[in-house]
């Protein structure tokens, strides 16, 4: 059972930046796939970034450029870096994790509670 834990979300203005953590337990975090989302009120969950247990990583079209995804696996923890946010950034923001095996991408087995970011104008 993989356990992941959320922090640094919280209020920026639009231009701001915040990080964000997840800190996993329960795998050997270097094996895990691992993925940020965020679901915004009214509005379907929607894949971020993902980071692979070979270092690779990939983002989506909607922050390339502005969100940076890495992982330290010595600390068992994931980050992303947001930066120039923009207020359709605001959501809640999700860890996940998928034991490797399979295509990092899809479903993913494990869910952290997320944490909240929100950008003012």
């Known amino acids: 059972q993989v356990r992941l834990v959320e922090s640094g979300g919280g209020s920026s203005q639009s231009g701001g930046s915040l990080r964000l953590s997840c800190v996993a337990s329960?795998?050997?975090?270097?094996?895990?796939?691992m993925g940020w989302f965020r679901q915004a009120p009214g509005k379907q969950r929607e894949q971020v970034a993902l980071?692979?247990?070979?270092?690779?990583?990939t983002s989506s079209s909607s922050v390339k450029g502005r969100f940076i995804i890495s992982r330290d696996n010595d600390k068992n923890t994931l980050y992303l870096q947001m930066n120039n946010l923009k207020p359709e950034d605001a959501a809640m923001y999700y860890c996940a994790a998928k034991p490797p095996g399979r295509w990092c991408g899809g479903d993913f087995d494990y869910w952290g509670p997320g944490t909240q970011v929100t950008v003012s104008s």
């Open positions: 980071s692979d247990n070979d270092g690779r990583t």
């Open positions: 329960g795998y050997t975090f270097s094996d895990l796939c």
